[in-house]
Every structure is written in C-alpha cells, then in structure tokens.
C-alpha cells in the first residue's frame, strides 16, 4: 500500500448508538465496544486502502441469529460530526443517513465468540452483492488476532486476510463512492473489537 498514513482514535467522529458501548484506546490502536460507531474526519478518494490488526475481545454470551460482528465499510453522506444533538444513532437509525458499502465480517456466527462468513451490502436499500468468487470463512474468535487489508476503487472492493489466506472481492456499479466519502467501522452490540496498527493510503 502506497504512502500509508496511521491513524488513531483522535483521527475519528464516535457515534455511541445506544450509549452502552465506548472507544478504549490502548497501545497502537484501540477497542470498539458495543454498538459504537466511527467515521473517520479526513474523507476518501473514490479509490483506496486501509490495513489493520483485527481481534475479538469479548463476544455476548449468546450469540443470537444475527452473530457477533464487525463491520467496515466507506460511505458518504452527512458530516458525522455535524449531526443535530439527539440525533439517534443505533444501526437502525443510521442506515439510512449514509449511503455507501459496508462489509460485515461475520454474519451468523458458527460457534460463540467467532465471525465466520463475510458479506458485501450497499447502503441505503442495503441491497447485496455477491462475491466473485466461492465464498469464503473468515473467522475471528475471542483472543485470535488477524491482518486485514481493504482496498476499493470505481466499481470493485477487495478484502484480504493474509494471515487466514483467504480473500474476497465484489464487482458492482453501485459500490463506486465518490471523493468525499470516509472510513466507517462498526461493531455489534455486546462484542468488543480490537483495532492496531490501522494506516490508510488515499492514492489510487
């Protein structure tokens, strides 16, 4: 990844949803925990890339249908830093502020504590793509730290895990973003995600 930038917390608009959940820092990173959402300040070109360290922390003692998961995406819309006060910011409610992509790297867990199956949605009719190739597991239980990279560009987005060696990539019209988009992660409510060593490159 060409002139990679780092990033930390500071360089992030925090979105606590429901407000259980909170942004730790700690050394080289930091952790997402329940339900908390962060875009990045500095916006995206329409064709990028990020790496990042990614580990479970915690996961809820019952996983339900949806999983325990962690998303990441880019998308664009309005300022997250500018939204009216009380503005509700829960999953459901802001879905439909942003439009963009977002890959979910767990879908339904297979066994609690892990995020197994990765999926490509695009906001906000949150319409699926699918795949280019098989589908592929990625999992990512409490304690297990892996690699991630994820690169976009007009019509296509690549996720790799070097670590697991395994990757995916979609080609549709409408993941193409334009210029002022940003970074977003999110993680689901009752899990906790470590983020390390996260860097950016905004160059095609």
Request: charged fraction near 20%; proline fraction near 11%; hydrophobic fraction near 40%.
């Amino acid at each position: 990844m060409p002139n990679p930038v780092p990033l930390s917390v500071s360089d992030f608009v925090v979105l606590r949803g429901d407000g259980a959940g909170c942004v730790k820092p700690c050394p080289g990173g930091f952790i997402l925990v329940s339900g908390v959402r962060m875009f990045s300040r500095r916006t995206t070109p329409h064709a990028g890339a990020v790496s990042f360290r990614l580990g479970g922390v915690m996961a809820p003692e019952a996983v339900g249908p949806a999983g325990c998961w962690f998303n990441l995406g880019v998308v664009h819309g309005a300022d997250p830093a500018a939204l009216p006060p009380g503005t509700p910011t829960r999953d459901v409610d802001t879905a439909a502020i942003w439009n963009g992509w977002r890959i979910t790297m767990a879908n339904k867990a297979l066994r609690p504590g892990s995020s197994d199956r990765l999926r490509l949605r695009i906001y906000p009719e949150r319409r699926s793509v699918e795949p280019t190739s098989a589908p592929v597991l990625a999992p990512f239980g409490v304690g297990e730290t892996h690699e991630v990279e994820l690169a976009w560009g007009p019509s296509r987005v690549w996720l790799f895990v070097p670590t697991l060696a395994v990757g995916q990539g979609w080609n549709d019209p409408g993941l193409t973003v334009p210029d002022d988009s940003r970074l977003m992660f999110y993680g689901s409510p009752g899990g906790a995600w470590l983020v390390e060593d996260l860097r950016a490159s905004d160059s095609e």
